[in-house]
């Protein structure tokens, strides 16, 4: 029988999950932030920006890695008001929404420059059929470009400042430490940015795949970075995160929220921009027992707007179920592009599915 956190509904299976006297270690870290002082984090955020300005206007102050989502439209306006002037990146998601790519172009409505990096769709579909055969996750080309590409950019055009969201092993759960970390770094990205424990550099001998189509996916070098003196700070580190305050602040600066709440959810705020999200929640959910219904139930509880008895009613009803839709678009021409059947898919479904969860 699954061992639940008392307080919320993560359950044990949660990879790096840890429990002290039965409350699991995101319940922890979420009760010790009241214990900070977020006024001293905030003056110590403002100088650190202030180090980073650029007062010639030569250059860009910093790079804010952008998807449209709520988050970092966030982002962006909270810097925006901080007195910077960002360069905004964006990694395109795998299947672009048609929500996601309004609430993108909405982005630069905010007044600022934004790149948006899309690599070939050949190689991240070959990249995603592989993810998904392999290792049970569709969106593992999206986890690694997410990180690289803005790296990628910082080194080039010289900008020493990325400035990320949330530290998820602090708002999720993670090994004991990370939860107090606010750099963002190669370590970081290999142990925690959802790669499954494979690496590009894994794929070099891939007969399918050709080592030119996959520069965007490779971390820039010790030595470039270095040199660059690019660092990467978790916002969330210095202000007080919340996703739901963040979707407030994003709608009243533009940002669309889906017609009703998403498939395998329980916000229509969240996880819009990619129509494969559906599947990659489905394969976690299989695996581990939960899915994003939960993620977003246990962040309710911790902030009670939700009991437990009500988010276990809730998760019960929206999390687990077969991803037919997401976002309105068929499952089948989500796997198109991959050339993957559906038939082929459920196979893979059983193969990645923990049957000891589902007895």
């Known amino acids: ?8 509904m993560m359950p044990e ?30 003056v110590e955020l403002k100088s650190i920006l202030d180090r980073y300005r650029n007062n010639s206007y030569s250059n860009w102050d910093c790079i804010v890695p952008v998807s449209g ?24 998601t795998c299947d672009l929404s048609l929500i996601g790519r309004r609430n993108l172009d909405n982005i630069r409505n905010l007044g600022v420059d ?18 998904l055969l392999e290792l049970g996750d569709i969106s593992w080309p999206e986890h690694l470009g997410i990180f690289t590409i803005p790296i990628r950019i910082a080194v080039n055009f010289k900008i020493s400042l990325i400035i990320w969201g949330e530290n998820s092993q602090n708002e999720y759960g993670g090994p004991a430490g990370e939860e107090k970390n606010n750099i963002l770094d190669r370590r970081w990205l290999e142990e925690f940015g ?5 690496r590009i550099s894994d794929l070099k001998n891939h007969p399918n795949l050709d080592k030119k189509n ?21 916002l969330g ?5 919340d996703g739901k305050y963040n979707a407030e602040i994003a709608k009243k600066n533009g940002f669309e929220c889906f017609e009703r ?36 139930a246990c962040l309710a509880i911790r902030r009670n707007r939700l009991s437990r008895e009500k988010a276990k009613e809730l998760i019960v009803k929206y999390d687990g179920k077969f991803p037919t839709t997401y976002l309105n678009k068929p499952i089948q021409d989500i796997l198109k592009p991959l050339k993957i059947s559906l038939s082929e898919f459920i196979e893979c479904c059983d193969k990645f599915t923990n049957k000891n969860l589902f007895l």
């Open 13 to 42: 299976t949660k990879p790096d999950l840890s429990f002290q006297n039965g409350v699991c270690n995101a319940c922890v870290n979420y009760d010790n932030r009241k214990k900070i002082n977020w006024e001293q984090r905030k």
């Open 114 to 131: 934004l790149i948006e990096v899309g690599p070939d769709s050949k190689t991240r579909s070959q990249l995603n059929r592989i993810g």
């Open 214 to 234: 996959l520069i965007i996916y490779n971390y820039p070098s010790d030595k470039d970075i270095k040199e660059a003196k690019v660092t990467g700070l978790f």
């Open 261 to 296: 709440i998403v498939e395998g959810s329980l916000v229509d705020y969240e996880n819009l921009d990619n129509y494969q999200t559906g599947i990659h929640d489905y394969f976690k959910f299989l695996k581990f027992g939960f899915g994003r219904a939960t993620d977003i």
């Open 194 to 198: 959802g790669l499954i424990g494979m």
């Open 237 to 241: 580190h210095y202000i007080p995160w």
């Open 69 to 92: 989502g709520k988050d970092s439209t966030y982002q962006v306006v909270t810097l925006i008001e901080l007195g910077m002037n960002p360069l905004c990146v964006t990694a395109r």
């Open 1 to 8: 029988m699954l061992k639940y956190c008392s307080k919320c």
